[in-house]
């Protein structure tokens, strides 16, 4: 009997042994956790790239970059549900004052209905300080201070973080970038130039002195 | 001791011998465990903080998975936009790069974690292996 009971038990670990070795990776379900939701909200990031330099989410970007992401989830198995997406663009300012805000919902399918699932919001604010002169080249040179907010926030199945530490970096080369606080910057660039454009590490266009007056 | 209660002795201690030996295939550890969460939610920190870049890539994940990462490897492929008028596209190339940034040459089972870096120049699927 004991004899039986312990070939059995080594039938049975060998067949596991061997299936295992055959399948290294069992298929049996598909997890879906946080890297699926940040894929998305790296697809929303693109989609407010394009916006922030066309003043508007393009319905035929939204749509080629969407067919492009299903075809990367399908060659390379990454997971991700289908979904359904709502794009905003609100904004309003002069040279003196002015934000633009821009937002991506993402909702996936659950339990017979449609709910949230990742939203990546961008903020920009900005506000005129003042003037200061700066000798550049031996000269004295105006230059406009601008207060700047600007911040990425990324909801999902994380909660919310929100990013600050964002690289904004000055493509020209002419500009006086602080950082002040978080989320905070002083921006000074030169005032012959009316208004200015920096970008972050993902090459958003940040708007300081201008912005984009999309309304949902 | 009659032959047979020897035999059944031998082949006794035979079977204990050969189950232990293969009893490691049952250690085995589901996605759920800890190491597999620390990873998928440090790749999903990654893409959600910064661009691409290899090599903070395999750094954050191998401090976050310590041993268990037994792979790192990423497809990488050029995307690009385009202008139409009135509109703007988006397209990927399928033809992807493949390079390996880690591999300790684990030869046995293990979970694999896929997540996408997308950018208007370029795209980099990051997979990730930790040890089953």
């Given at each position: 009997m004991a004899l039986a009971v312990a070939l059995l038990a080594t039938l049975l670990l060998a067949a596991l042994a061997n299936y295992r070795e055959l399948t290294?990776?069992?298929?049996v379900v598909v997890v879906r956790d946080w890297v699926q939701a940040a894929s998305v909200a790296s697809l929303g990031r693109l989609w407010i790239w394009q916006a922030s330099r066309h003043g508007y989410f393009c319905p035929m970007f939204k749509r080629s970059s969407t067919r492009a992401f299903y075809a990367l989830n399908e060659t390379y198995g990454l997971g991700v549900p289908p979904l359904r997406n709502l794009t905003r663009l609100m904004g309003e300012g002069n040279e003196t004052v002015g934000y633009v805000l821009y937002q991506v919902v993402f909702t996936r399918p659950w339990r017979g209905s449609w709910r949230h699932y990742v939203n990546v919001t961008v903020r920009v604010g900005y506000e005129f300080l003042g003037t200061y002169y700066k000798v550049v080249g031996g000269e004295e040179v105006l230059y406009k201070r601008y207060g700047l907010s600007y911040s990425h926030r990324y909801d999902g199945p994380w909660g919310s973080l929100t990013l600050c530490d964002l690289g904004l970096r000055d493509p020209e080369g002419l500009a006086d970038v602080e950082e002040a606080g978080e989320c905070e910057w002083l921006v000074g660039f030169p005032?012959?130039?009316?208004n200015y454009t920096l970008a972050d590490e993902f090459g958003i266009q940040v708007g300081v002195g201008w912005a984009w007056t999309g309304r949902p | 001791m009659n032959l047979g209660r020897a035999l059944e002795l031998v082949l006794i201690v035979l079977v204990v011998a050969y189950f232990a030996s293969r009893a490691?295939?049952?250690a085995m550890r589901w996605h759920s465990r800890q190491h597999t969460q620390t990873l998928n939610r440090a790749l999903a920190y990654l893409i959600l903080t910064g661009p691409h870049n290899s090599t903070r890539v395999r750094d954050f994940v191998l401090k976050a998975g310590g041993g268990d990462v037994v792979f790192i490897g990423e497809h990488f492929g050029l995307a690009s936009v385009y202008t139409a008028p009135g509109s703007v596209g988006y397209a990927v190339s399928l033809l992807a790069e493949d390079r390996v940034t880690?591999?300790?040459?684990?030869?046995y089972g293990f979970y694999r974690l896929k997540g996408l870096f997308l950018s208007p120049e370029n795209y980099t699927v990051v997979e990730v292996r930790a040890r089953a």
């Open positions: 290294p990776e069992p298929r005032a012959s130039r009316g | 490691h295939v049952v880690y591999d300790s040459g684990w030869p």
